[in-house]
């Protein structure tokens, strides 16, 4: 229905838009409902591209055709790239006073949510059939052409027909392998060096695109359903294309990220037990580099040049961060880590690229408290009630190909964890020990094949080469067991 003292259009463009009023109560939302009086037709038809923040983030493109704004709803945005085609689904006629609309759309109505005008200008009709529609769009941000064809029902896909805009313009990376910082026993000094905090979590890779949000772990698996906090910074950035290298973290009591914390949401895959836990371990975002940003990779470009560019993006959110870095002063953050219970600080050359996959040095760790990767390659039997059960582990790290006996560790597990690895070590026992190498294999032992990889805490390496005073500090799902080999200090 229209609004009280809202003329009525003329009876074509009325019957246009039927199906447009019928999904709206035309008293509550702010959006029009028709124009007054038909204003004087610009010598070209105009286009309006509306970025849609309702139930799912989408864009919405709107042509004027006969009195009325065609329109269709195109999840992932105008596409940029003509290699690429977006989905686009046809919805029904909007007034042409819509060309102009932005504004709120009232909870409990059609569409609710937030509505901005994400570009607008003329365009020229090159086809206009009932299944195929060719363009060419001026725009402030759009300039081209492009075509939407009908694929099925409601469905049609959009397709820019030129080059992008952008000549060099760049793909977003499918996958990217992380850039990796060697164990250091002090903070080097100089210009040459920045400084961030270490974080006690797991690394991540966040591709935002299209306001869609992909995470991938270390070892390049998606890892995105079990961290749903994060989907809102897509939401957030809306059209806004990046690649976010950082850390995902869980915080204890005291605001100090926990890796044994973090523990209760890794591994998990029922959406049921990942909403329960997110109420209990809420998990947060620590960013630290910019490796794309809108069409073009920074990887190339030096470590300061990357992260002058993130944090000019402000970047901060319910459940990320970018936190501070320190051009100057290395020793005085990590006395601060140390203060505040951080796991150390880590340093990076100023004027090195994003080299994936690399421990070369250019990026240095110095720990507040020994740790270690190691791979589990057997149990010691518990006592009493975790008789025939998992009581202490026996584990070990890589050299030449080889495992190597690393010790054996019997504390820093909790009851619910011990359970967590009873059950995943039964299924890999076999007969024969996978240690090639070390001294002190304990007799008795139940050995495993090696393809768990813990975090361990310990205080010092013996002469022997295995742990002192270790502890257990939680399973790694984003290691490969291949890759562990024992971090020297340089």
Excluded at 390 to 407: K, P, Q, R
């Amino acid at each position: 229905m229209l609004r009280r003292g809202e003329p009525y259009l003329n009876s074509k463009a009325v019957g246009k838009l039927k199906e447009y009023r019928a999904k709206r109560d035309l008293e509550k939302t702010p959006e029009p409902a028709g124009a007054k009086r038909r204003r004087p037709s610009p010598k070209k038809p105009r286009f309006v591209v509306q970025e849609h923040h309702a139930r799912r983030l989408h864009w919405d493109f709107r042509l004027e055709k006969d009195g009325v704004l065609v329109s269709w709803a195109v999840p992932r945005g105008v596409p940029e790239d003509p290699k690429r085609n977006h989905l686009a689904v046809h919805v029904e006629d909007h007034p042409l006073d819509y060309i102009d609309f932005a504004g709120r759309i009232p909870a409990g109505s059609y569409g609710a949510g937030e509505v901005s005008v994400w570009d607008s200008g003329t365009y020229d009709t090159e086809k206009w059939k009932p299944d195929e529609v060719m363009v060419t769009l001026h725009g402030e941000r759009l300039e081209g052409r492009y075509v939407l064809f009908q694929t099925d029902g409601q469905n049609w896909m959009m397709h820019r027909m030129d080059p992008p805009q952008d000549p060099e313009r760049e793909p977003m990376p499918e996958r990217v392998r992380p850039m990796l910082a060697k164990l250091a026993a002090r903070v080097p000094k100089g210009k040459d060096w920045a400084y961030e905090f270490k974080w006690d979590g797991i690394r991540a890779l966040v591709f935002v695109e299209s306001g869609r949000v992909r995470v991938q772990s270390r070892n390049f698996e998606d890892i995105t359903r079990r961290y749903p906090e994060l989907r809102a910074l897509g939401e957030k950035l809306g059209s806004h294309s990046l690649v976010l290298d950082g850390e995902l973290v869980a915080l204890d009591d005291k605001g100090v990220p926990r890796f044994e914390r973090l523990q209760q949401r890794m591994g998990l895959n029922s959406d049921t037990e990942i909403r329960r836990r997110m109420q209990d371990v809420p998990v947060f975002f620590m960013i630290f580099d910019l490796l794309y940003d809108a069409g073009h990779s920074l990887m190339s470009k030096p470590y300061r040049e990357r992260r002058t560019a993130l944090d000019k993006l402000k970047l901060a959110g319910p459940h990320w961060q970018t936190p501070p870095v320190e051009w100057d002063d290395g020793g005085a953050m990590f006395e601060a880590s140390k203060q505040t219970g951080l796991e150390g600080v880590v340093a990076k050359r100023v004027d090195t690229p994003y080299r994936e996959g690399s421990r070369g040095g250019e990026w240095l760790k110095v720990k507040n408290h020994l740790s270690q990767e190691l791979v589990i390659g057997g149990w010691l039997q518990g006592q009493g009630r975790r008789n025939g059960h998992v009581g202490a582990l026996l584990v070990g790290y890589y050299s030449d190909g080889e495992l190597v006996y690393a010790g054996r560790v019997g504390t820093g597990f909790t009851d619910r964890t011990l359970d967590d690895l009873d059950a995943r070590l039964q299924p890999l026992r076999r007969d024969t020990s996978p240690f090639e190498r070390g001294r002190g294999v304990p007799r008795g032992a139940v050995f495993v094949e090696p393809k768990l990889v813990g975090e361990f805490e310990f205080s010092e390496w013996t002469r022997e080469g295995q742990l002192r005073q270790p502890s257990f500090k939680g399973l790694r799902s984003d290691k490969d067991p291949a890759e562990v080999i024992r971090e020297q200090a340089v």
